[in-house]
Nanobody, 115 residues
């Protein structure tokens, strides 16, 4: 069993930055693929970024060059640094964990980009 708790969301102006954190407990964090998804109103949930246990990273094309995913296995935490934020980045951001057998999701944190 894996529990995921996100933090760091909020309201930011276009061009601003936010850093999301996801603290994980339960199954061995270092062996899990971790990531972030987001869901905007009226849209399907979409991948933002993934980081494997070995450190391989994938980004959605819409965030590449602006967002950076990282993990700290000593703290059981995954981060999403978001720079140059745009109004279209507004969404609920969900932390994700894949143990190799089961997916887990956090409850989400709201990110709103607006002037």
């Amino acid at each position: 069993q894996v529990q995921l708790v996100e933090s760091g969301g909020g309201l930011v102006q276009p061009g601003g930055s936010l850093r999301l954190s996801c603290a994980a407990s339960g199954s061995s964090f270092s062996r899990n693929t971790m990531g972030w998804y987001r869901q905007a109103p009226g849209k399907e949930r979409e991948l933002v970024a993934l980081i494997s246990s070995g450190g391989s990273i994938n980004y959605a094309g819409s965030v590449k060059g602006r967002f950076t995913i990282s993990r700290d296995n000593a703290k059981n935490t995954v981060y999403l640094q978001m720079n140059s934020l745009k109004p279209e980045d507004t969404a609920v951001y969900y932390c994700y964990a894949w143990t190799g057998w089961v997916n887990y999701w956090g409850q989400g944190t709201q990110v709103t980009v607006s002037s």
